[in-house]
């Protein structure tokens, strides 16, 4: 079992949807987690960072960590086409050590 | 604020060859790290420097190194290159040592080894 998992998509939602981004994980050490998006030749861009269980909010996406479940979702909601993109989570421990992205799931948004 | 610049952006090597990669942060930001991504492998941590001194590394072999320049620029060196070394290498600076740090990406060095 990979220490992270991601929902390997591609997933494909008209213009306007709400999209749910999950990513299991099984190394309870992990304690920061974190969401990137990476457009086709681009370095990633770190859309969300959160240290807590709970939900974080920025504009219309959303971080949802549960550390029970070892389960991190992101919202986006209305989703526009230039949402299209590769999506990372990634998580790491408290003392840096270990540091582990997701596949990523291709996320196509459908005008 | 210029963001993390890359170079070269483009590389081809051969097999046994060497290759030196070079990182400049985002103006302030101490600590850079280095990935390796891949499409069977997805992206993966190399290692971390902050003030000039490796404070983390991932599972690569040691023909992966690297250093951090007293002005935190950085360079990633992989020697006796393998066909299985050709990736995306990205680098990304923050303002404080993992995990403490959002990270910044910059574009990658493709590198292809032939």
């Known amino acids: 079992q990979k220490e992270v998992e991601q929902d390997p998509g591609p997933l494909s939602v008209p213009e306007g949807a709400i999209v749910s981004l999950n990513c299991t994980y099984s190394?309870?050490?992990?304690?920061?987690f974190m969401w990137y998006r990476q457009y086709s030749r681009k370095g990633p861009e770190l859309l969300m960072y959160t240290y807590s269980s709970g939900n974080k909010e920025d504009g219309r996406f959303t971080a949802q960590v549960d550390k029970s479940s070892k389960y991190i979702s992101l919202f986006i909601r209305d989703s526009q086409p230039s949402d299209s993109a590769t999506y990372l989570c990634?998580?790491?421990?408290?003392?840096?050590?270990?540091?582990?992205f997701g596949p990523g799931t291709r996320l196509s948004v459908l005008p | 604020k210029a963001g993390v610049t890359q170079t070269p952006r483009y590389l081809i090597k051969t097999r046994g060859q060497q290759v030196t990669l070079s990182c400049s942060p985002i103006s302030g930001h101490r600590s850079v790290s280095w990935y390796q991504q891949t499409p069977g492998q997805g992206l993966q941590f190399l290692f971390e420097?902050?003030?000039?001194?490796?404070?983390n590394k991932g599972n690569f072999p040691g023909r992966f190194s690297g250093r951090q320049f007293s002005n935190s620029r950085s360079e990633m060196n992989v020697s006796t290159l393998e066909l299985g070394d050709s990736a995306l290498y990205l680098c990304?600076?923050?303002?404080?040592?993992?995990?403490?740090?959002?990270?910044?990406f910059g574009p990658g060095t493709r590198l292809t080894v032939l």
């Open positions: 990304a600076s923050g303002g404080e040592p993992l995990p403490n740090n959002e990270q910044f």
């Open positions: 990634a998580m790491i421990d408290n003392y840096g050590q270990n540091f582990v």
């Open positions: 420097y902050f003030s000039e001194t490796q404070r």
């Open positions: 190394n309870s050490a992990f304690q920061y």
